[in-house]
T-cell receptor
Framework: EDKVVQSPLSLVVHEGDTVTLNCSYEVTNFRSLLWYKQEKKAPTFLFML????IEKKSGRLSSILDKKELSSILNITATQTGDSAIYLC???????????FGTGTSLTVIP | ETGVTQSPTHLIKTRGQQVTLRCSSQ?????VSWYQQALGQGPQFIFQ???????GRGNFPPRFSGLQFPNYSSELNVNALELDDSALYLCASSFPDYGYTFGSGTRLTVV
């Protein structure tokens, strides 16, 4: 059965800390892995990682895909209170018609 | 503003009733997917429509049904509502090979 597992489930850090969020997957014929940030309702897109693009960076956020270990990490450096959110990992296989989401990691950044 | 609009934003229904949720996608986004997100969980795939035809379905009973229209809008219908149907319902649209763009969701409460 296809599945995506994220860890930790929740995390509380102080402003300025660096955090690493984990995502592991078992999906038939993997095609892409995506990271989303969900603050209130709509998840907002962060990164998409594929076989041809296994590392992405945007400002303080970066992500790496390890196809051998079937996993990905999302790093956030110099965290800010505005980074507080649920971070969702989603994987899509070659059928292309659905994303499998993990349960998310709830990040709280305290001043 | 994500370009994907959902209505209504909140809804309260009684067990046994029927509900219709609506989604308006960006022009040209011919794929629309619906997800159910229960509290503390990641989004779960309900189904996907491509060019007005169902193109994949998750593990949801037939009382969950959908429609997609030529103007890129779509509907999710749920019959015989149950208490466990209480959740955030997300609509997402995409171009091929792009990550999904999510709407802000409809929060459905069944009492």
């Amino acid at each position: 059965e296809d599945k995506v597992v994220q860890s930790p489930l929740s995390l509380v850090v102080h402003e300025g800390d660096t955090v690493t969020l984990n995502c592991s997957y078992e999906v038939t014929n993997f095609r892409s892995l995506l990271w989303y940030k969900q603050e209130k309702k709509a998840p907002t897109f962060l990164f998409m990682l594929t076989s041809s693009g296994i590392e992405k960076k945007s400002g303080r956020l970066s992500s790496i895909l390890d196809k051998k270990e079937l996993s990905s990490i999302l790093n956030i450096t110099a965290t800010q209170t505005g980074d507080s959110a649920i971070y969702l990992c989603a994987v899509i296989g070659n059928t292309g018609n659905q994303f499998y989401f993990g349960t998310g990691t709830s990040l709280t950044v305290i001043p | 503003e994500t370009g994907v609009t959902q209505s209504p934003t909140h809804l309260i229904k009684t067990r046994g009733q029927q509900v219709t949720l609506r989604c308006s996608s960006q022009s040209g986004h011919n794929t629309v997917s619906w997800y159910q997100q229960a509290l503390g969980q990641g989004p779960q795939f309900i189904f996907q429509y491509y060019r007005e035809e169902e193109n994949g379905r998750g593990n949801f009973p037939p009382r969950f049904s959908g429609l997609q229209f030529p103007n890129y809008s779509s509907e999710l219908n749920v019959n015989a509502l149950e208490l466990d149907d209480s959740a955030l319902y997300l609509c997402a649209s995409s171009f091929p090979d792009y990550g999904y763009t999510f709407g802000s969701g409809t929060r459905l409460t069944v009492v």
